[in-house]
C-alpha cells in the first residue's frame, strides 16, 4: 500500500506579503470586541517562538528527505518564516503599557524551549500536533468568515492569508514525520502521535484560555468573569475550538492523513487573491 502524502499538484510556495497592521494600536480590532480580540492577541503572541520551533523542527530532517516533500519542507520553512515575521509585527503593536504582552511572551518561549529540550524528534511530534491545531482552526475560518465581522481589513487580510497557508502546508511536518520514521511500527507511530495530540490539547487551550484571560483583565474584568469570557468564545459563540471538532477527531483514525480532508477547493479564490497579491511587486 502507498503511502498518504501532500497532494503532487499542491505547491507549497511562500508569499513574502507585508500588512498594514497599525489598525492593532486601537485595541479591540476585532469589531470592538474585547474577547474576540484578546483571544486573537493571545494565538499571535504563540506565533513567532512557536513558527521558529517549527520551521528547526523540520530543518533537523532534511538530510534525510528528497523529491518533493524536500521542495514542500523549503516552502513550508519560508511560509512560516513569513507568518512569524508578520505576527511579531502584529504583536509590537499592542499597547505594552496596558496589557501584560511581555508576560505571555515570557510564557511562550519558556513552553518553546522546554520543547527543544526533549530534542528533535520530540520537537517534530509536537510540530505535526499543532501544525493540525492551526489547519483546524484554519478550516473553522474558511468555512465560518463570520469570525473576522467588523474587523480591521489588514488585520482581517493578515489572518486571512495566514489560514490559506496553514491550510497549503497542513501536513508538511506530519509527511516528514511518516518518512524518517518509516522504520517504526506503525503502532509505535500511531502511540507517539495520539497521545503528543491528548496532551497538546489540553496545554494549548489552556495556554490560549489564560493568556486571553490575562489580556481581558488588562481590560477591567475580574479574573473569573474573564476566564468565563474567553471559554464562551472558543468553545461556544462563535466556538473558534469547537467549529473544528470533525477534523480534529480525524486525528486519532489510525491511518489518518491530514490530506485525508481534501481542502484545495475551499481556499482556491483566497490562494488566488494571494498569489496575485505576491506577484505585484514582481511586475512593478
Known amino acids: 500500500m502507498t503511502a498518504k502524502t501532500t497532494p503532487a499538484d499542491v505547491?507549497?510556495?511562500?508569499?513574502?506579503?507585508?500588512?498594514?497592521?497599525?489598525?492593532?494600536?486601537?485595541?479591540?480590532?476585532?469589531?470592538?470586541?474585547?474577547v474576540g480580540t484578546a483571544v486573537f492577541n493571545a494565538l499571535s503572541l504563540t506565533f513567532p517562538d512557536g513558527e521558529r520551533m517549527f520551521m528547526d523542527a523540520v530543518r533537523h530532517y532534511r538530510g534525510q528527505l528528497s523529491g518533493k516533500l524536500a521542495e514542500d519542507v523549503r516552502g513550508f520553512i519560508a511560509q512560516e518564516a513569513i507568518h512569524s515575521r508578520e505576527h511579531h509585527a502584529l504583536n509590537q503593536l499592542i499597547d505594552r503599557e496596558r496589557y501584560p504582552v511581555a508576560e505571555i511572551e515570557e510564557h511562550v518561549r519558556a513552553r518553546t524551549a522546554l520543547a527543544r529540550q526533549r530534542g528533535p524528534m520530540a520537537m517534530l511530534i509536537s510540530t505535526i500536533a499543532l501544525e493540525h491545531f492551526t489547519a483546524m482552526m484554519a478550516e473553522a475560518h474558511i468555512a465560518h468568515q463570520d469570525l473576522f465581522d467588523g474587523a480591521a481589513p489588514e488585520i482581517e487580510r493578515m489572518w486571512r492569508w495566514h489560514a490559506m497557508e496553514e491550510t497549503e502546508h497542513k501536513a508538511v511536518a506530519f509527511d516528514v514525520f511518516m518518512e524518517v520514521t518509516k522504520g517504526w511500527s506503525p503502532f509505535l507511530r500511531y502511540r507517539r502521535r495520539v497521545l503528543s495530540m491528548a496532551v497538546i490539547t489540553f496545554v494549548f487551550s489552556r495556554n490560549i484560555t489564560r493568556f486571553a484571560a490575562r489580556?481581558?483583565?488588562?481590560?477591567?474584568y475580574a479574573p473569573e468573569a474573564a476566564l468565563k469570557a474567553v471559554k464562551r468564545f472558543v468553545w461556544n459563540k462563535p466556538g473558534l475550538f469547537r467549529r473544528g471538532w470533525k477534523t480534529y477527531l480525524a486525528w486519532y483514525r489510525p491511518g489518518f492523513h491530514p490530506w485525508d480532508q481534501d481542502t484545495r477547493a475551499t481556499v482556491a479564490a483566497w490562494r488566488a487573491e494571494f498569489d496575485a497579491a505576491a506577484a505585484q511587486p514582481a511586475a512593478a
Not at 12 to 33: K, M, N, S, T
Not at 215 to 220: H, M, P, Q
Open 11 to 34: 505547491d507549497i510556495q511562500p508569499r513574502d506579503l507585508r500588512f498594514d497592521l497599525e489598525g492593532a494600536r486601537q485595541g479591540h480590532w476585532l469589531g470592538g470586541d474585547p
Open 215 to 220: 489580556l481581558l483583565e488588562a481590560d477591567g
